[in-house]
């Protein structure tokens, strides 16, 4: 069983920063061998792909929206993987999740395990 949970969430104003972290674990999860990735789920919408890190960190990818605001890093040691959000905007609102990545699909990844709790952010304008 894979565990994922997140938090740093919160009330933030626009133009304002956030900094989420996930820690992951599991008996069998080898979290230093896995992709890894942000999604969020706005109220009403469907749940979407926010940031991509490959096992070693040196690999990144965006979603257009977040696109030079957000940087998605990850510490293996601790296993956990962080997002930093600056410039937040009142549209960045939403649940966000983190998960390992299925194989495939690098643009538009899939989550591989049952979704944790998330944690809610929240922009004000």
């Known amino acids: 069983q894979v565990q994922l949970v997140e938090s740093g969430g919160g009330l933030v104003q626009a133009g304002g920063s956030k900094r989420l972290s996930c820690l992951a674990s599991g008996l069998t999860f080898f979290f230093g061998n896995a992709a890894m990735g942000w999604f969020r789920q706005a109220p009403g919408k469907e749940r979407e792909f926010v940031a991509r890190?490959?096992?070693?960190?040196?690999?990144?990818f965006y979603a257009d929206s977040v696109k030079g605001r957000f940087t998605i890093s990850r510490n293996n040691a601790k296993n956990t993987v962080y997002l930093q959000m600056n410039s937040l905007k009142p549209e960045d609102t939403a649940v966000y999740f983190c998960?390992?990545?299925?194989?495939?699909?690098?643009?538009?990844?899939?989550?591989?395990?049952?979704w944790g709790q998330g944690t809610q952010v929240t922009v004000s304008s």
């Open positions: 890190i490959d096992w070693s960190g040196s690999d990144t």
């Open positions: 998960n390992a990545l299925r194989p495939g699909n690098y643009y538009n990844p899939q989550g591989l395990y049952f």
